[in-house]
């Protein structure tokens, strides 16, 4: 509706056709649904790694890994080379994202681990052959042996993106890592600091 909103206002405005009243403004849009907030609780982080340990996709456990020690999505840890990973300076640089903008990622040491361990000769894809949809189906069948209710792949970018805050990163400095492009859409992760905030009012 907004796609078409935004649409017949551009030929309005700019093409000028002769439309007296946009439709699409006039009718109500549904409500958004809201934000999912799912994390990890107790035991299921080493339920899922216990799990994608038995899956017979090697790649998935460095991948599950790398997605909650560094927020990235899983299209981009998929699409990563190892031309964009520097290990000696702990970054990941990623070209194109999801909002078409690149960024910068800081690598934890577990996630340098991960990566270090990896086989191969360090050269084109960091994991070679995979696909999103592979990761899609190893993902779904390690969570279900896990018991995971209600927990999906884009749960591991949310969780990353909590642990930030608790290690007591900005927002600025979270959006950074994250690449979201405005900082309201991490309010809904800052509450996991009010704990910290009201010690320090002491």
């Avoid at 009243?21 to 799912?38: G, I, L, M, T």
């Avoid at 608790?166 to 994250?178: D, H, S, Y």
Wanted: hydrophobic share 40%; net charge positive.
């Amino acid at each position: 509706m907004a796609l078409l909103a935004h649409v017949l206002k551009i030929a309005s405005d700019e093409w000028g056709e002769p439309f007296s009243k946009n439709p699409f403004r006039a009718v109500r849009r549904p409500r958004e649904a809201a934000p999912r907030d799912r994390r990890f609780s107790a035991g299921e982080e080493a339920a899922l790694l216990a799990a994608c340990d038995e899956a017979r996709a090697t790649y998935l456990r460095p991948i599950v890994e790398l997605a909650f020690e560094t927020a990235m999505r899983q299209s981009e840890i998929v699409g990563l080379d190892w031309s964009r990973v520097n290990l000696a300076r702990r970054s990941v640089h990623l070209t194109m994202t999801k909002n078409g903008t690149s960024r910068g990622v800081p690598l934890s040491l577990r996630a340098m681990n991960v990566l270090s361990q990896l086989p191969g000769d360090r050269l084109g894809p960091v994991f070679p052959g995979v696909t999103a949809e592979a990761v899609k189906r190893a993902f779904i069948r390690a969570r279900n042996r896990a018991s995971m209710d209600n927990f999906r792949f884009h749960d591991l970018r949310h969780e990353a993106t909590s642990r930030l805050f608790e290690k007591g990163l900005t927002v600025p400095e979270v959006a950074r890592i994250t690449g979201h492009k405005t900082w309201t859409m991490l309010e809904r992760y800052t509450h996991l600091q009010l704990e910290d905030v009201a010690r320090r009012l002491d």
